[in-house]
């Protein structure tokens, strides 16, 4: 798969997750992809593997969440095997904080999948709204 077809299984995905689905989210994903979220917060580490991926990351994140994880794509920037994707977070957290976060995903496809996903986001939010998850064993 090139540059355009990478990016239209991306917008594809957030088209999606803006509606509050993200089964094409999870689908686009290889088995052994490796999520990296940055920063010092208990959210940031690399979560290796789809099932750790939903496992530790992604179901307790919509434990903390009223509702469906609203993200949408702002802008996508692709070379070579990497799509950038600007977004931007519109759920609210079950004690009613608005959830507001911005991040910067740069992802690595590998024959037609994402391999890696690295996340830029606002730490200190999550650090102020989201439920710390348990340290890493």
Do not use: C
Not at 16 to 31: H, I, Q, S, V, Y
Not at 50 to 64: C, G, H, W, Y
Not at 98 to 124: L, P
């Amino acid at each position: 798969m090139g540059l355009a077809e990478n990016k239209a299984v991306l917008s594809h995905a957030f088209v999606e997750t803006a509606k509050g689905n993200g089964r094409p989210f999870l689908e686009m994903m290889a088995d052994d992809v490796v999520w990296t979220i940055i920063g010092t917060t208990s959210w940031s580490r690399s979560y290796s593997g789809k099932q750790s991926v939903v496992r530790d990351l992604l179901t307790p994140l919509a434990a903390n969440f009223d509702g469906s994880n609203i993200v949408t794509a702002e802008r996508f920037i692709a070379e070579g095997d990497l799509v950038v994707v600007e977004g931007r977070n519109h759920s609210v957290t079950k004690r009613g904080d608005a959830y507001a976060n911005r991040y910067s995903w740069t992802f690595r496809f590998v024959a037609g999948k994402v391999a890696e996903i690295t996340e830029y986001t606002d730490t200190d939010l999550i650090a102020r709204v989201l439920d710390p998850l348990p340290a890493q064993s």
